[in-house]
């Protein structure tokens, strides 16, 4: 018989895991995780920095834990490096894995020649050299990135009902597949010389890996 405030929190199935961490959390803090659950989730749109500073200096955790629960909340439910698309996919439940497949089958539909890789530990596709196009499973929706700012900007007017951020472009777990939006998002970065506006950066790369999974640096 489950312990009383235990009972929801599932088996650490590798090491990696966040759950690892909250048997730990529970003993030391005397309440059960679905409290500080709860808490952080009352925070809103609270930014990652603003979440641990709330555990660590309101609540008295340290760094280790407060990540752990941040990182679980922002969908980030392990911090295992995946080796391969199939494993990340594994990883974010059939609801996500399916419309992220319905995406990246889309795009090679047509452009074909685009190679599904793992890179800042997310799904990407790639030609060539260069990265094109990103997707990333979070806690409540998915997040698209052409890895050009300039494509986010060009298309604008098609992107107006979504919520879009300087990189990114947030879509619900269950968006109905708009090949039409994805070959735009695609196509302008086939072009000669690259991107829209010369090759995609490490830099871009690394900031869409950080906001979207934090699972690489965590």
Same mark, same amino acid.
């Not at 599932?10 to 895991?17: I, L, M, R, T, Y």
């Not at 280790?64 to 996919?89: C, D, I």
């Not at 300039?150 to 472009?169: C, D, G, I, R």
């Not at 039409?180 to 695609?186: G, K, Y």
């Given at each position: 018989?489950?312990? =009383?405030?235990?009972?929801? +929190?599932?088996? !650490?199935?590798?090491? /990696?895991?966040?759950?690892?961490?909250?048997?730990?959390?529970?003993?030391?803090?005397?309440?059960?995780? #679905?409290? *500080?659950?709860?808490?952080?989730?009352?925070?809103?749109?609270?930014?990652?920095?603003?979440? +641990?500073?709330?555990?660590? &200096?309101?609540?008295?955790?340290?760094?280790?834990?407060?990540?752990?629960?941040?990182?679980?909340?922002?969908? =980030?439910? #392990?911090?295992?490096?995946?080796? %391969?698309?199939?494993?990340?996919?594994?990883?974010? /439940? !059939?609801?996500?894995?399916? %419309?992220?497949?319905?995406?990246?089958?889309?795009?090679?539909?047509?452009?074909?020649?685009? &190679?599904?890789?793992?890179? *800042?530990?997310?799904?990407?596709?790639?030609?060539?050299?260069?990265?094109?196009?990103?997707?990333?499973?979070? %806690? /409540?929706?998915?997040?698209?990135?052409? *890895?050009?700012?300039?494509?986010?900007?060009?298309?604008?007017?098609?992107?107006? =009902?979504?919520?879009?951020?300087?990189?990114?472009?947030?879509?619900? +777990?269950? *968006?109905?597949?708009?090949?039409?939006?994805?070959?735009?998002?695609?196509? !302008?970065?086939? $072009?000669? /010389?690259?991107?829209?506006?010369?090759?995609? $950066?490490?830099? %871009?790369?690394?900031?869409?890996?950080?906001? #979207?999974?934090?699972? #690489?640096?965590?």
């Amino acid at each position: 018989m489950p312990k =009383s405030g235990r009972r929801d +929190i599932p088996k !650490p199935a590798a090491s /990696g895991d966040r759950v690892a961490h909250f048997p730990a959390i529970e003993k030391k803090h005397g309440k059960p995780v #679905s409290h *500080w659950l709860k808490l952080l989730a009352d925070l809103g749109d609270a930014k990652y920095p603003e979440q +641990i500073a709330f555990l660590r &200096e309101h609540h008295e955790f340290s760094q280790a834990h407060a990540n752990a629960l941040v990182m679980y909340v922002r969908g =980030s439910t #392990s911090s295992k490096r995946f080796a %391969t698309p199939a494993e990340y996919l594994a990883s974010v /439940g !059939p609801a996500k894995a399916k %419309t992220i497949r319905a995406i990246i089958a889309a795009i090679r539909k047509k452009h074909p020649h685009l &190679e599904l890789v793992m890179a *800042w530990n997310v799904p990407m596709l790639r030609d060539g050299d260069r990265y094109v196009f990103g997707i990333s499973a979070l %806690t /409540g929706h998915l997040l698209m990135a052409p *890895w050009d700012a300039n494509v986010l900007k060009l298309l604008s007017a098609k992107l107006k =009902s979504y919520e879009v951020n300087k990189k990114t472009v947030k879509i619900p +777990i269950d *968006w109905k597949v708009d090949a039409a939006l994805l070959d735009a998002l695609i196509r !302008p970065q086939l $072009s000669i /010389g690259g991107t829209a506006k010369g090759a995609t $950066s490490k830099k %871009t790369s690394r900031k869409f890996s950080q906001k #979207s999974t934090r699972k #690489s640096t965590r």
